[in-house]
């Protein structure tokens, strides 16, 4: 499987909001409403867990490049006799993104 996923920073408001969750982690306090609104449900979910997800989106997954796709950019397939060849457009990724992880698993 082949995926591409853009890696982007963390902006204040995460970090804020991080921060107070991290302190109460540390103090065993209960979380603030508005801490409990911003994180849903991974509310429990470690720090690394959080900053991994709000860093990184999905551009484009690949699974086995013949069962299908998921993608959330657009995207052309190039065919040739040698490979498989996706080929996204720059202009197509979003402003925020500041770098491409390109992941490959078998």
């Given at each position: ?8 920073d963390h ?9 107070v ?13 508005i ?8 509310i429990y979910?470690?720090a ?7 860093e990184?989106?999905?551009?484009l ?12 950019i ?8 040698d490979?498989?060849t ?21």
């Open positions: 499987m082949v995926e591409v996923i853009g890696v982007r902006d204040d408001r995460f970090n804020k909001m991080m921060a969750k991290v302190a109460c982690d540390s103090i065993g306090a209960q979380y603030p409403d801490i409990k609104k911003y994180f849903g449900d991974d979910e470690s690394e867990y959080l900053r991994d997800k709000v990184t989106i999905p551009l997954g690949f699974e086995n490049m013949v069962m299908g796709y998921a993608s959330t657009p995207y052309e397939q190039v065919f040739d006799d490979s498989d996706f080929e996204i457009k720059l202009s197509d990724i979003p402003k925020d993104i500041k770098a491409l992880r390109i992941r490959y698993t078998y």
